[in-house]
């Protein structure tokens, strides 16, 4: 069976200081983190910024940019167009863009050139550097509260990561965490299911390995898989879930500092070199499609990945359920992931009605957010989260604990999703499960290459 896998003029710049946004971060160099500083006086970004000039859209006109494709972008459209029904009165113009640094960098551009969709999605590991590029527009508490959007009403972890320096800037779609997939029929013939049918509470390095070595004697080959190869973002993921449930930390003080702790990084690096090369229970040498291949065909038991590959197996007739990743270290349990948000991009010429227009969208797709949560995303909204609805849905309501303990990519203007600070974390790690580097090399090689961002700001017209 073949799977696909489912897929942010004139003076000396020497002496001119560039104004500060949140976190101390100069605007200059957030704007070079996004890829764009420094284009909007060439001419090369025409394309981008066609028809900045003139009037604004109507007043009771909205557009609305996101990077959604595949499913997920399949589920937004659902949203959009329950919006449009409950609100005849609004005329929404939806624009789907490429994921990642494209995105972003055609976000920035627009605000830069006066023509800013009204609502926007931002991953929020981008949002500090959104916020300290002064892209953003604040949003007041009155008038979210006006909206029924107060902080009791949404995932503690997401809301709070909307916030910079004390100002709210964004408010959370989803949080989609990096968690376990299980193969139930493989499972069950490992032993590893409760009385209910759900996979057992695993527990310590010991219980991890031992639940690896149940499933691949079902199996005859792995018991279970996780990427490898070409996919540093994953790497990082399952390192950092890991990395957190000793306490570990990497960055500190917007990048500046690094903090890993040599230690800890090179226990969780052996621990996952001993689970591939060493006792051979996980592939060493394997790529997304690989990954895909080995679940969806049952020959492996277990599966660590991201929620956002729902889809991929839901497709197939594989019989299958999804939990939070054990707590191995045993430490407070800390889970990697990250959240889709909605933000108001800076616009001078936004009044009081269209901040409201705008706002009102924001709350209907939240509202709209249990089509969201069929894509794997667990909604942020409780007024969903807590429904009947949403506890009916299988497995989405089985990791609802991951998206609580949810903690995000540090802060940084090299960091956030699919940035270099992920690259850097990720080949290192991937180095480390090959066998190719030690983990203390590993370790090693993670800190030079940090080193060579946090000591230094964004260049200008430089990426992340």
């Not at 996004?34 to 060439?42: C, K």
């Not at 001419?43 to 109507?58: D, E, F």
């Not at 996101?66 to 449009?84: A, I, K, P, Q």
């Not at 540093?232 to 930390?249: A, I, K, V």
């Amino acid at each position: 069976m073949t799977v696909p896998r489912t897929s942010d003029a004139g003076g000396e710049p020497s002496r001119r200081r560039s104004p500060t946004g949140p976190s101390g971060i100069s605007r200059r160099a957030a704007l070079a983190a996004l890829g764009v500083a420094g284009l909007g006086a060439s001419t090369g970004c025409g394309s981008v910024l066609a028809g900045v000039a003139g009037t604004g859209p109507p007043a009771d006109a909205l557009t609305y940019w996101n990077l959604f494709t595949g499913g997920d972008g399949s589920h937004m459209v659902e949203m959009e167009d329950r919006y449009r029904k409950q609100h005849p009165d609004v005329h929404l113009n939806a624009v789907t863009l490429s994921w990642g640094t494209p995105y972003y960098t055609k976000l920035a551009l627009a605000i830069l050139g006066n023509r800013p969709p009204d609502v926007a999605v931002t991953h929020l590991s981008r949002l500090p550097t959104l916020a300290a590029g002064n892209l953003l527009e604040p949003l007041r508490g009155d008038d979210l509260a006006r909206h029924g959007m107060t902080a009791d009403r949404f995932t503690p972890a997401a809301w709070r990561k909307g916030q910079v320096d004390g100002k709210q800037y964004a408010v959370p779609l989803d949080t989609h965490p990096f968690v376990m997939f299980y193969n139930v029929d493989i499972c069950r013939k490992a032993g590893l299911l409760d009385a209910d049918g759900r996979i057992a509470p695993i527990t310590g390095t010991d219980g991890l390995v031992a639940a690896l070595a149940a499933c691949r004697k079902v199996t005859g080959a792995y018991g279970g898989v996780v990427n490898v190869n070409a996919d540093p973002s994953t790497c990082w993921r399952w390192f950092d879930t890991l990395y957190g449930q000793l306490g570990g930390e990497v960055l500190a003080d917007d990048g500046t500092r690094i903090v890993l702790d040599d230690a800890k990084a090179a226990q969780v690096l052996a621990f996952q070199r001993e689970l591939t090369v060493g006792r051979k229970l996980m592939p060493s040498n394997i790529d997304g499609n690989g990954v895909n291949q080995l679940f969806a065909n049952g020959k492996v038991g277990l599966l660590f990945d991201g929620v956002w590959q729902l889809p991929t197996y839901q497709a197939t007739k594989l019989k299958f359920s999804m939990a939070p990743v054990p707590n191995v270290f045993g430490g407070a349990y800390h889970c990697f992931a990250d959240s889709h948000a909605l933000i108001l991009p800076r616009n001078a010429g936004r009044d009081a009605h269209r901040r409201d227009t705008s706002l009102g969208l924001v709350r209907g797709l939240l509202d709209a957010s249990m089509v969201w949560a069929e894509g794997g995303h667990v909604p942020a909204w409780k007024n969903v989260q807590d429904s009947a609805a949403f506890r009916k849905l299988r497995p989405q309501s089985e990791y609802v604990p991951a998206a609580e303990a949810a903690v995000y990519d540090p802060a940084g203007w090299y960091s956030g999703a699919g940035s270099d600070f992920e690259n850097i974390m990720g080949f290192a790690v991937a180095a480390a499960e090959a066998g190719q580097i030690s983990p203390d090399a590993a370790v090693r090689q993670i800190r030079t290459k940090l080193n060579g961002y946090a000591s230094r700001p964004a260049p200008v017209g430089g990426t992340a």
